[in-house]
């Protein structure tokens, strides 16, 4: 799912059903997570969704990453993504 979905060329919609996928996931396996053996998986899964969610917050084509609906660089998201667990990702911008 994140070669197809959140590879190196990407898009909104298919970031998106990326996203509802690993919810999904952590939701219908939720038990697995909180115990010993699911700490490999859990750890997965976040990376998963930071990464998920981070690609979904930068619309622009940047780097080696390309994004199908916003194919320019857009300087307003020359920055940094931060997340924090309970917030939403946000752009540190350069100064």
Known sequence: MMTERV??????????????????????????FNRWAGRPLRTMMRACTLTVRGALLREESRGA?????????????EGHITQKRGTRPRLVQWT
């Open 65 to 77: 990453h390309q994004r199908e609906d916003f194919p320019e660089e857009n300087t307003s998201f």
């Open 7 to 32: 590879g190196i060329v990407r898009n909104g919609k298919t970031l998106k059903s990326a996203l509802d996928e690993l919810y999904a996931l952590r939701d219908r396996h939720g038990e697995l």
